[in-house]
């Protein structure tokens, strides 16, 4: 399936990421780690859609493809082939922004 015209699909670094967080308003955060990752702590409003779900396509499928979406995991693998995913499917606008502790270390908010 070609991309859409339309659509913003990329790797963004984690300074570009706390810019997005701060000024997207519809922004959609998606931790693509395990429940046991997510505990330890996650970005401030970020909804856990754990990869290694059998369902994970599936959830992926119900999700709104006209928002924005910040998709990140631990190191980068598993958020990389989420965007991938979402591309194909005809997501609008998806950032990878890769890994938590970069995400942390560059101040986004976390919670746990």
Same mark, same amino acid.
């Given at each position: 399936?070609?991309?859409?015209?339309?659509?913003?699909?990329?790797?963004?670094?984690?300074?570009?990421?706390? &810019? !997005?967080?701060?000024?997207?308003?519809? /922004? *959609?955060?998606?931790?693509?780690?395990?429940?046991?990752?997510? =505990? $330890?702590?996650?970005?401030?409003?970020?909804?856990?859609?754990?990869?290694?779900?059998?369902d994970f396509?599936?959830?992926?499928? &119900? !999700?709104?493809?006209?928002?924005?979406? /910040? *998709?990140?995991?631990?190191?980068?693998?598993?958020?990389?082939? =989420? $965007?991938?995913?979402?591309?194909?499917?005809?997501?609008?606008?998806?950032?990878?922004?890769?890994?938590?502790?970069?995400?942390?270390?560059?101040?986004?908010?976390?919670?746990?």
């Amino acid at each position: 399936m070609p991309a859409v015209a339309d659509q913003e699909v990329k790797t963004i670094s984690s300074e570009e990421a706390g &810019t !997005l967080v701060a000024s997207e308003k519809e /922004l *959609v955060i998606l931790d693509v780690r395990t429940p046991e990752e997510f =505990t $330890k702590g996650h970005l401030k409003n970020a909804t856990l859609l754990n990869k290694y779900e059998p369902d994970f396509e599936a959830r992926i499928k &119900t !999700l709104d493809r006209e928002k924005p979406y /910040l *998709v990140y995991c631990a190191s980068g693998g598993r958020s990389g082939e =989420t $965007k991938a995913l979402m591309q194909t499917l005809g997501f609008k606008k998806v950032y990878d922004a890769k890994g938590f502790e970069d995400l942390k270390a560059a101040g986004l908010p976390v919670e746990q």
